[in-house]
């Protein structure tokens, strides 16, 4: 009988499929750093800025960079443009995909995309749609920055891959009992992807009290979560922004070609 495991020319069948695995990663397209950044606050607070410098200081690491608004953040506003369109209108044929992005030069471009997310719902095929979008329009960029609003955590799904992401970011707005929020941002999150380490950014509150909230959110976090997170100061301090852009672009890198992250496990760094 022949031997079924070998192909014609007698290689093993397992063999060229290897094979073919491996030219398909060599020519398939680089794929961007996913980021996601979950809006935790209840309230309405102005992240337009403080986003708006986020995204620049990826374009300062030399990333192209697409900001996925999806939680009204006006980042575009913040940048200086004027949008007529969300990720919404693309889908329903108002207008072609490409006229939903706002380029802010040639390395920073912005997508409205709240309304989009909206229409998702509870709705499988719509959160696929919704991925579909975003990956197009996504292509040739470096960085996509994700901004949810907390409850949308699972639209994250589809992004971080089998790998997950290796740093999310979770913005904690001010108020008393502030760490259920948070916590039920990364409860969300860690349902739908595996998260390597959470930065947290604190919004409209004093450093003392960011503090001890930190102390709070990372002691729940690991003993209900065995979630792994890091200081990463506050949102209006431009140089923790920058610092913490650094850190997560260098933990991005394939085989950490400028740094090396910390292994699961070891104490996470604190960048504030």
């Known amino acids: 009988m022949p031997d079924r495991s070998c192909g014609p020319g007698g290689r093993p069948a397992s063999t060229r499929q290897d094979q073919a695995a491996g030219l398909r990663r060599l020519f398939a397209p680089p794929q961007p750093h996913w980021l996601p950044i979950l809006i935790a606050s209840e309230r309405d607070l102005d992240n337009a800025r403080w986003l708006a410098g986020f995204a620049l200081a990826c374009v300062d690491q030399g990333a192209r960079t697409l900001v996925v608004d999806a939680a009204r953040a006006q980042v575009a506003t913040a940048l200086g443009l004027r949008v007529r369109f969300d990720l919404a209108h693309a889908f329903d044929g108002d207008c072609a995909p490409l006229e939903a992005v706002a380029a802010a030069g040639d390395q920073l471009r912005v997508l409205p995309a709240a309304r989009a997310l909206e229409q998702v719902g509870r709705n499988p095929e719509r959160l696929r749609r919704f991925e579909a979008g975003v990956r ?135 960048v504030s």
Do not use: K, N, W
């Open 136 to 270: 197009a329009l996504a292509a040739g960029a470096d960085c996509v920055l994700l901004v949810l609003p907390a409850p949308h955590a699972r639209a994250l799904a589809g992004f971080g891959g089998a790998a997950g992401y290796s740093d999310a970011i979770v913005v904690a707005g001010p108020g008393d009992e502030r760490e259920r929020p948070v916590l039920g941002a990364m409860r969300s999150m860690l349902g739908v992807a595996d998260i390597d380490a959470f930065r947290l950014l604190f919004q409209g509150t004093g450093a003392d009290d960011a503090g001890r909230l930190y102390s709070r959110i990372a002691a729940a976090g690991a003993r209900e979560l065995g979630a792994r997170t890091s200081d990463a100061g506050s949102v209006h301090d431009a140089s923790a922004i920058r610092r913490l852009v650094r850190l997560v672009r260098c933990r991005s890198m394939p085989g950490g070609d400028r740094c090396r992250a910390a292994p699961r496990g070891a104490p996470v760094e604190t």
